[in-house]
Nanobody
Framework: QVQLVESGGGLVQPGRSLRLSCVASGFTFSSYAMSWYRQAPGKERELVAVISSPNGRLNYADSVKGRFTISRDNARSTVYLQMNSLKPEDTAVYYC?????????WGQGTQVTVSS
């Protein structure tokens, strides 16, 4: 079955960086677009970044453009989210996601807290 396992979250000061990872299994990773979403307390889950397959086209939420970078390593079935210049408003649980055979799958999430 499809499994997505995120890691890399934590507590970081404003202006610093974090890199999130998501290891995927149970499907042909290289054939599917991968996404990062986030959900802050009391807010709806929102799309942060998408990397398509096979052309690798990238899309970002306006709030993270120029600061976050999504990438993938198909040999490792892993998608990354490099987050630079973090702000307190980036605080959220970050989820890795994909759609396979018409169903959307989610990881368990990893908490990112940006605070001084």
């Amino acid at each position: 079955q499809v499994q997505l396992v995120e890691s890399g979250g934590g507590l970081v000061q404003p202006g610093r960086s974090l890199r999130l990872s998501c290891v995927a299994s149970g499907f042909t990773f290289s054939s599917y677009a991968m996404s990062w979403y986030r959900q802050a307390p009391g807010k709806e889950r929102e799309l942060v970044a998408v990397i398509s397959s096979p052309n690798g086209r990238l899309n970002y939420a306006d709030s993270v453009k120029g600061r976050f970078t999504i990438s993938r390593d198909n040999a490792r079935s892993t998608v990354y989210l490099q987050m630079n210049s973090l702000k307190p408003e980036d605080t959220a649980v970050y989820y890795c996601s994909t759609t396979s055979r018409g169903a959307r799958y989610w990881g368990q999430g990893t908490q990112v807290t940006v605070s001084s």
